[in-house]
């Protein structure tokens, strides 16, 4: 498809899961970006399948989580096995109740990710550039240059912005020239995709699987008796790239000591494990996303989620940008808060993959007596469950150090910083129960006041916010009552007195305070958050 344009305000390379969400973002913002792929087409094949709590609190704001929870599976549980005899369960149903309108695993492959948000952006006549690469990219302080090529022809696009989505291999963090630093395991892996038949396949559960130097999970899919198998190649395979799925089905069964039929072979590869992140997110005009920006090992099921929450953060301070509405330093605080998340991400995977893999005596004495022992006791624990599916969901990420968050409330157990709670409320006006999550639907920041006000004052406000932020703040009141105290008592919030909370379009709280102060609240949203004034 030829590109007409000689102009855009943003260059997406890399039509992923996460280019494709930064484009959906910035649609929601009213930015008609321009995106590109050097692939045919969106992947065939399943490759990341976990979708967390987090990325379907996201899904929900856009509107199209109802298309997701249908068509994906939620894991029940994690069982640990030694030598093909099971040694731990972990059961993860309703895991994080309470947490989160999602509160478990969704096993939902990226390429239905990728259809689902390609959908959006049809919906939004946003079309991808397919077969169609970055040649080469020059900036300067207004803007950057950059060369396309595709089967049509050469392209000369003058950009406002460009976005590094083409992962791990990025031409767009290459011709930055931002080192891609960390490290290469030494194993090496194959993926297979199958739809089995065995006595010892649990629906709904995955199935970790230890031997002596070997390693295999099983990941149940949606679709009936197709699971996603990852394991180790053994040693005396050496580097060889001509195995086929029925070189690696004995050391499966002998894994777990059953007799595995495959029926349907849908996807094999073998592949190396990298650990490593870019040492810049952001030059001049550009910034990297998802794997661009940072890999690591699969364990626990972050990369893709990881990436679709890059793309969240930055989306809204660009769109703000780009809109005149947000001051151009806001830009700053997509690196400042997302790279200690893929810092910790990559420290955490790597431990955790390494005791694994790991073929020290001690280890495996460790993992053969004690670990599976420690599990089932842990897992007994309620309060490390909750930080355990805090973790995983990464709805425990928090961003309470960043420059465009004030705190002022005495209250210490949520903060200015952290993702606004879960939590249900009954909505006296319209006399319907809803949440905070769905109060902050629309985009833009959400200014939401606690305690008890008269009608005057909360006209003022109305008046104020119509004055200064229209379309940038929406508003709600929640005055103090029966069936909302949970709320109240969550943000240690005295139902006689006031509580101001302005939530980030993020769905991260970015100021706190215990007085509704119009010139305090002007403060936070001009001098700290970047907003100007209309």
């Known amino acids: 498809m030829p590109i007409t344009e000689k102009h ?36 065939t094949h399943s490759n990341a399948l976990a979708v967390q709590a987090r990325s379907l609190e996201i899904y929900r704001q856009m509107g199209v989580v109802d298309k997701i929870i249908p068509n994906g599976k939620q894991t029940k549980g994690l069982t640990f096995n030694q030598d093909g005899k099971q040694e731990a369960l972990l059961s993860l149903n309703n895991i994080g109740a309470g947490q989160t309108l999602f509160p478990y695993v969704l096993l939902y492959q990226q390429s239905k990710n990728e259809r689902t948000l390609l959908d959006y952006l049809t919906l939004n006549c946003c ?4 077969s169609t690469s970055l040649t080469s990219l020059q900036q300067n302080a207004d803007n950057a240059d950059v060369q396309l090529k595709n089967n049509e022809g050469e392209y000369i696009l003058k950009c406002d912005w460009v976005i590094g989505a083409d992962g791990a291999h990025s031409t767009v963090r290459k011709q930055l020239q931002v080192p891609f630093k960390g490290d290469t395991y030494p194993s090496f892996f194959y993926l297979a995709d199958l739809k089995l038949d065995g006595d010892f396949l649990i629906g709904d559960y995955i199935q970790l699987y230890l031997g002596k130097n070997d390693l295999a999970g099983f990941f149940p899919m949606p679709e009936d008796d197709c699971y996603r198998i990852i394991g180790n190649l053994p040693a005396e395979f050496g580097e060889r790239e001509d195995i086929v799925v029925e070189d690696v089905l004995p050391y499966m069964a002998r894994l777990t000591q059953s007799t595995i039929k495959i029926v349907e072979n849908n996807w094999f590869t073998t592949y190396k494990l990298h650990h490593r992140m870019a040492e810049k997110f952001r030059v001049q005009r550009c910034f990297l996303i998802g794997d661009a920006a940072h890999i690591h090992s699969p364990v626990g099921g972050q990369g893709m989620n990881t990436g679709l929450q890059d793309a969240y953060n930055l989306a809204w301070k660009l769109a703000g940008v780009i809109n005149g509405q947000i001051k151009n330093d806001v830009l700053n605080s997509y690196a400042a808060e997302r790279m200690p998340v893929a810092k910790d991400l990559l420290n955490s995977t790597d431990k955790a993959f390494n005791v694994i893999m790991s073929a020290n005596w001690f280890v495996r004495l460790f993992k053969k007596w004690i670990w599976f022992k420690a599990l089932n006791t842990i897992w007994k624990n309620k309060k490390l469950k909750a930080f355990f599916f805090r973790t995983i969901s990464q709805t425990g990420i928090s961003y309470r150090d960043s420059s465009i968050n004030l705190h002022l409330s005495k209250g210490t157990l949520i903060k200015a910083g952290d993702r606004l709670p879960y939590l249900k409320v009954y909505d006296e006006k319209k006399e319907i129960e809803t949440d905070l999550h769905e109060w902050c639907n629309k985009p833009g920041f959400t200014l939401i006041v606690l ?14 916010i119509t004055n200064k932020y229209p379309g940038i703040l929406n508003f709600f009141y929640l005055p103090p009552s029966g069936k909302n105290v949970d709320v109240f008592d969550t943000f240690e919030a005295d139902p006689h007195k006031q509580r101001a909370i302005i939530v980030r379009p993020d769905m991260y709280i970015g100021y706190m305070n215990d007085v509704v102060d119009m010139g305090m609240m002007d403060n936070y949203l001009q001098n700290v958050a970047g907003i100007i004034p209309q």
């Open 127 to 130: 079309p991808v550039y397919w």
């Open 8 to 43: 855009t305000k943003v260059l997406i390379v890399g039509a992923g899961p996460s280019g494709l969400m930064m484009a959906a973002q910035l649609l929601r913002y009213g930015i008609q970006p321009i995106i590109i792929d050097n692939k045919q087409g969106p992947t």
């Open 451 to 464: 305690g008890k006000f008269d009608e005057m004052y909360l006209f003022t406000l109305a008046k104020w």
